[in-house]
Nanobody, 125 residues
Framework: QVQLEESGGSLVQAGGSLRLSCAVS??????VGWFRQAPGKEREFVSA?????????RYADSVKGRFTLSTDTSKNTMYLTMNDLRPEDTAVYYC???????????????????WGQGTQVTVSS
């Protein structure tokens, strides 16, 4: 079983930056990543990495060049550094871990079987 806990969400002005954290209880999963859900919308992929630090993270086109996923093995924590935030980035951000998914499904939220409780990010214009 994997436990995840997000933190770092806040209200920020457009153009600002935030860093979200996701503490994990174990690194015994195949992939870990960030998803977000805005009111009235489905949960969407933001960024994910295979294993803990194997290879390069993948990003949604909407955040490429602005968001960066990183991991700290000593703290068992994954980060999402978000720059140049836009009002359309407003959402609840979730970190998820998948213990059974395959590489080709890494951007599909249905493939993840463990989730944190989420952290709210609000970007004002």
């Amino acid at each position: 079983q994997v436990q995840l806990e997000e933190s770092g969400g806040s209200l920020v002005q457009a153009g600002g930056s935030l860093r979200l954290s996701c503490a994990v209880s174990t690194r015994n999963f195949r992939a870990v990543g960030w998803f977000r859900q805005a009111p009235g919308k489905e949960r969407e992929f933001v960024s994910a990495i295979w294993g803990w630090n194997s290879g390069r993270p993948r990003y949604a086109d909407s955040v490429k060049g602005r968001f960066t996923l990183s991991t700290d093995t000593s703290k068992n924590t994954m980060y999402l550094t978000m720059n140049d935030l836009r009002p359309e980035d407003t959402a609840v951000y979730y970190c998820g871990a998948g213990t059974r998914l395959i590489l080709s499904s890494m951007m599909n939220s249905d493939a993840y079987n463990y989730w944190g409780q989420g952290t709210q990010v609000t970007v004002s214009s």
